[in-house]
């Protein structure tokens, strides 16, 4: 496989998903969602010009690129000039919004003073294995690339010249390929077509087409070539004008936080990352089911990290928040509605990760705060709508009131069994409990980095946010409900937060020092203890013990840069980079208490090392000042967002 742990641009429409390099290369093609799959091992194009070799368009050492969406949309441009034959193309490429095919159109010109003879090669290979071999068969002028479950076609507006099938490693660099058979077993096949000779200033254009069809019947051939015809004949341009009208529509509607700098560069850059982030959050949910991932796919073989494209409803929730932020409701309704309530277990917790479509994913262990965030999440989603939309979507509440119910006796059982309260003995045996007594509510869980097992601020400061949104539930359904009855167990809900927070500060709290501690086991600083600040209000801002706490991060968390880091001796991905995650949270912290100048700081951080399309990564580098790692993660995408519209959230 091609390592390829990047993803400079991304495309879409919901359903087919597409990343590209700043170069333009096509990387990633996800389809019917953006975690189902990944069909590209890679797909490469070329030209051959006159008698050269095959110049690579994405990566050539005479060539130089300009990469650029069209304004306020998810249709790429990327502006290759080959200066040694002075030849212009521009790749243009897009997913219509009602059509799940991938157009890339391009537009040759010829600004040298001699005649070019310009063929035009395509090379890619799948992704195949044992249970699922390719094969390849050249029909209709396209060539599809099949396995026993879907096909992945390529054609074009333009006849193939010629193709090779077999061996294409053997002949691709030359730019010649041929071959005798129409069919093979091959992986990686090739096709080229002829432009023909482009004289001094002349311009062509042409277009090529990936479309990917699931086989659902045992015979789809004819079936496929229908719909290849049926593209060939569609109206490119009324369709690119089409897909950018939409999509600056979109962004006009839910570009709801208003953002006013002096600074006029400033906050042209607010104002980009902003407008790409709405762009962007689309991209990452299903829209059938609400799951959102969190990013993605960077790393498929797993070398540097468990993957990305999955949905962690802790993160979810965080992202649902910002949803709700640019008035993308509707999304962050099915997020509760369906996903949340298609993969709770039958005992009230919520696994680490699932796929979109609300099955169970790959997981390596128990993070009690993911359900906690959950309840605080569904909470104020509830209260956002009705502070935007002026109305009670009192319905909401009523509707999830038993999800949430079950996820507060799972909480109620962890705190219990922490305590080791005799409470535990008569709530252990309940109709919601599946696995043995030593595993059902054990107090050592992940924390929010998935790296440290224990017992975590972070994780309590989440139970006790979820403690006080379900008295708040009940309260909201009292008030609008006349014949609701609040369980009696819910006057027992403020005294589990006060065991919380006791917990915390007999267990949790460095006295000599009056900080904060992240875990029972060690005292490393970590930003997660702002947790117990922002969201969950364990601890106001103000509090002595928050203000020693954050002296102390910024002695050891807080780069030279002005980004901060996860936390001490982070060995992920090298563990010396500012994390975007991080520096929003300090951001929302300082506007909080008023500091103005910090804030300040901590969001040109943010938007200095955004990258040059507007997205937000990860990590930063710190000694380039450059996104780092996964580009387009939707949890730093969502802090930024909230870190926005933090005096709306705050009223």
């Known amino acids: ?21 700043s170069k333009g290369e096509l990387l990633r093609l996800s389809y019917p969602t953006a975690d189902y799959r990944q069909f590209i091992d890679y797909y490469e194009m070329g030209v051959k010009v006159n008698d050269s070799m095959l110049i690579k368009l994405h990566d050539d050492i005479n060539n130089t690129y300009n990469q650029y969406y069209s ?4 249709v790429l441009n990327t502006e290759i000039e080959n200066t040694y034959f002075k030849l212009n193309m521009k790749q243009e490429d897009f997913v219509p919004m009602k059509k799940d095919v991938l157009i890339r159109r391009y537009t040759f010109i ?12 395509i090379n890619s290979k799948l992704f195949s294995n044992l249970n699922n071999m390719v094969g390849v068969r050249i029909c209709d002028n396209a060539m599809i690339q099949y396995s026993h479950d879907f096909a992945m076609t390529t054609f074009s507006n333009m006849p193939i010249y010629s193709y090779q099938l077999n061996n294409v490693e053997a002949n691709i660099s030359s730019g010649v390929i041929n071959d005798k058979d129409y069919i093979a077993m091959s992986n990686q096949s090739a096709i080229a077509y002829d432009l023909g000779i482009l004289k001094p200033g002349e311009t062509k254009e042409f277009n090529i087409y990936i479309y990917i069809n699931k086989n659902y019947k045992v015979d789809v051939l004819d079936d496929l070539i229908k719909e290849i015809d049926k593209i060939k004949a569609y109206d490119t341009l009324k369709l690119i004008t089409d897909t950018k009208n939409y999509w600056r529509r979109y962004v006009k509607k839910h570009e709801t936080i208003k953002v006013k700098y002096d600074d006029e560069l400033y906050n042209a850059k607010i104002q980009k990352i902003l407008r790409r982030t709405i762009l962007l959050f689309p991209l990452l949910v299903n829209e059938e089911t609400g799951g959102i991932i969190a990013a993605l796919e960077v790393d498929e073989e797993k070398d540097l990290c468990g993957r990305y494209a999955y949905c962690w409803p802790r993160d979810a929730v965080t992202i649902s928040q910002a949803l709700d932020m640019v008035g993308m409701y509707k999304d962050a309704d099915n997020f509760y509605n369906i996903f949340l309530r298609k993969t709770q277990s039958k005992n009230g917790m919520w696994e680490q990760r699932f796929y979109t479509d609300g099955r169970l994913a790959p997981c390596w262990g128990y993070q009690i705060d993911e359900t906690a965030s959950v309840i605080a999440g569904l ?6 709508k009705e502070f935007r939309l002026k109305e009670r979507d009192i319905d909401f509440l009523k509707d999830n009131l038993i999800m949430c119910e079950n996820a507060m006796e799972f909480l109620k059982n962890y705190i219990d069994n922490l305590l080791n309260d005799k409470r535990m003995e008569e709530n252990l045996q309940t109709k919601y409990s599946y696995l043995d007594r030593s595993q059902i509510y054990k107090h050592v ?4 980095w998935e790296m440290n097992e224990g017992i975590h601020l972070y994780s309590l400061s989440a139970i ?14 009292q008030k609008s409900i006349k014949k609701f009855k609040i369980p009696k167990e819910t006057e027992k809900l403020e005294e589990y937060k006060e065991i919380i927070k006791k917990y915390i500060l007999e267990n949790l709290y460095d006295e000599k020092q009056n900080i904060l501690k992240r875990n029972t086991k060690d005292s490393n600083m970590d930003i997660s203890i702002m947790g117990a600040v922002t969201p969950f209000r364990v601890f106001e801002p103000n509090d002595k013990i928050i203000q020693n706490t954050v002296q102390k991060i910024n002695l050891t968390l807080r780069t030279y840069t002005g980004g901060y880091l996860r936390f001490e001796n982070d060995g992920y991905i090298g563990g010396k980079n500012p ?16 500091a103005k100048a910090n804030s300040e700081e901590c969001l040109k951080f943010v938007i200095d090392t955004a990258t040059p399309l507007g997205l937000l990564a990860e990590q930063v580098d710190n000694e380039e000042m450059k996104s780092k790692w996964v580009i387009g993660l939707g949890w730093s995408h969502a802090m930024f967002i909230l ?5 709306e959230l705050m009223k």
């Open 1 to 21: 496989m091609k390592r390829k742990y990047l993803n400079d641009a991304i495309i879409g429409n919901r359903k087919m998903i597409a990343s590209l390099s």
């Open 71 to 74: 304004t306020d949309t998810n």
């Open 110 to 121: 010829n600004y040298n003073k001699i005649d070019l003879d310009v063929k035009f090669l």
């Open 379 to 384: 909470y104020q989603h509830f209260k956002i």
């Open 445 to 448: 869980s992940y924390d929010l």
């Open 464 to 477: 006790y946010a979820a403690f006080d949104a379900m008295g708040k539930i009940y309260a909201e359904l």
């Open 579 to 594: 994390w975007v995650i991080s520096t929003m949270w300090m951001y929302i912290y300082y506007r909080l208490i008023g």
């Open 643 to 647: 870190a926005l519209g933090l005096e």
